[in-house]
């Protein structure tokens, strides 16, 4: 969608749950435009499934706003050729331009994209290997809360992947996870 239907859909979502609860609102976008509207709008946390590298404005405008920003593994061909130091490679690169926008390395959160850019076998190795990810020395966020590599592992459609997220969240905090982000919170 373009960016102003986004920021229509976004912005007043943001302002309800700022004015309503005391707690903090993440804004999902790799675009520079809805994340400054949603940022003035009071979201908290950037998060961008590209990693910074969409939107040559999207560093500039999480350094404007000295939020916390969740850097994405992703890319849009699957062309890897050592598949978990590629990951490890791209998030670098991800870290790299943060780093360069001058935000602070307490402000950056990696994710390793679990669902994003990845065959459904490259999802299971990055599940087995989230130290790697860890190891990279910042917080990390695992979201795989009903995602397609649980079904296709359990054979289960989206509504009955409960257990299968709570056993992924058991193992991303095994692995030394620092963040899930999962629908059914009460039960992860």
């Known amino acids: 969608i373009g960016d102003e239907e986004e920021i229509n859909r976004v912005v007043p979502v ?15 976008t790799y675009k520079a435009p809805v994340a400054r509207e949603a940022l003035m ?7 961008d499934i590209w990693g910074l590298k969409y939107d ?3 560093a500039s405008v999480a350094k404007e706003y000295d939020v916390p920003v969740c850097l994405m593994h992703n890319r849009e061909k699957l062309d890897y050729s050592d598949f978990m130091r590629d990951v490890v490679h791209d998030l670098e690169e991800s870290i790299q331009i943060a780093l360069e926008a001058d935000i ?21 190795e990055v599940m087995n290997h989230l130290e790697d990810i860890v190891s990279m020395g910042y917080p990390v966020l695992l979201a795989t ?14 509504e009955k992947r409960e257990e299968g997220t709570i056993a992924t ?20």
């Open 14 to 28: 943001i302002e309800r749950l700022k004015k309503e609860f005391d707690t903090p609102v993440s804004i999902d």
């Open 41 to 47: 709008a009071g979201a908290d946390l950037l998060n």
């Open 56 to 58: 040559s404005e999207m």
């Open 104 to 124: 602070a390395k307490d402000r950056l959160i990696l994710d390793p994209g679990v669902g994003f850019g990845k065959t459904y076998e490259q999802n299971l």
């Open 145 to 158: 809360s009903r995602k397609s590599v649980i079904g296709l592992t359990l054979d289960l459609p989206v």
């Open 169 to 188: 969240s058991v193992l991303g905090a095994m692995k030394g996870c620092n963040f899930v982000r999962v629908h059914d919170v009460e039960a992860n």
